[in-house]
């Protein structure tokens, strides 16, 4: 059963932009993560947060997380035509850290 | 390091006959991971090792489909026989036991004809 589910799963802004994606889960965890996929290409993680947290940053990137609504966000800030790709967001359980479930993804295009 | 790394890039096959995917992860890695990737199912988990042994095969669609590991530096995802359906792009990736992030391999792109 599908842990994560990102919202939109289609996003289309000028660049230099803010975009935001959102992905809910359904069950306890000990961290989620978001990883980017460009196209023909495998996954990168972008960002952890580990569930005692409630925002994170790196770079451009924004992470919050909000275990009461078993939900989190990515914000991408000043977005490039770089940054077009599909965004994933992904959960473990609280039974096992390791194994992962992603969510559909939300594909993100930023137009020149 | 390279990173992980698959093969076959790309393989195009027909029905029936049997399809092997290889992986090496990075070195010092503990865990391994294989994944199904579709338009219809999105990623989907097949299989996970640690330290070589298989901890949860729950995500194998059929006994089509095996999986071994059998040194630190390489797996094999095997499909005997293979079939239409089984067509996706197939990821490998690894990680530190404590560290969370996985890092994926490029694929291997399967077409069963």
């Known amino acids: 059963s599908q842990q994560g589910e990102e919202d939109p799963q289609a996003l289309s802004i000028q660049e230099g932009e803010n975009a935001t994606m959102n992905c809910s889960y359904k069950?306890?965890?000990?961290?989620l993560q978001w990883y980017r996929q460009n196209s023909g290409r495998g996954l990168v993680h972008l960002i952890l947060?580990?569930?005692?947290?409630r925002e994170k940053h790196s770079g451009r990137l924004r992470v919050t997380l909000d275990t009461s609504k078993k939900s989190s966000s990515l914000l991408i800030t000043a977005s490039r035509a770089a940054d077009t790709a599909s965004y994933f967001c992904?959960?473990?359980?609280?039974?096992?850290?390791?194994?992962?479930?992603f969510g559909q993804g939300t594909r993100l295009t930023i137009n020149p | 390091d390279a990173g992980v790394i698959q093969s076959p890039r790309h393989e195009v096959t027909e029905m029936g006959q049997e399809v092997t995917l290889r992986c090496k992860p990075i070195?010092?890695?503990?865990?391994l991971f294989w994944y199904r990737q579709t338009m219809m199912r999105g990623l989907e988990l097949l299989i996970y090792?640690?330290?070589?042994?298989?901890?949860?095969d729950s995500g194998m669609p059929e006994d089509r489909f095996s999986a071994k590991m059998p040194n630190a530096s390489f797996s094999t995802l095997k499909i005997q026989p293979s079939e239409p359906r089984d067509s996706a792009v197939y990821f490998c990736?690894?990680?530190?036991?404590?560290?969370?992030?996985?890092?994926f391999g490029p694929g291997t792109r399967l077409t069963v004809l």
């Open positions: 990736a690894s990680s530190y036991p404590l560290g969370g992030n996985q890092f």
């Open positions: 069950t306890s965890i000990n961290n």
């Open positions: 947060i580990r569930s005692n947290e």
């Open positions: 992904a959960t473990d359980t609280i039974q096992g850290a390791q194994k992962l479930v």
């Open positions: 070195s010092g890695h503990d865990y």
């Open positions: 090792f640690n330290n070589n042994v298989p901890i949860d």
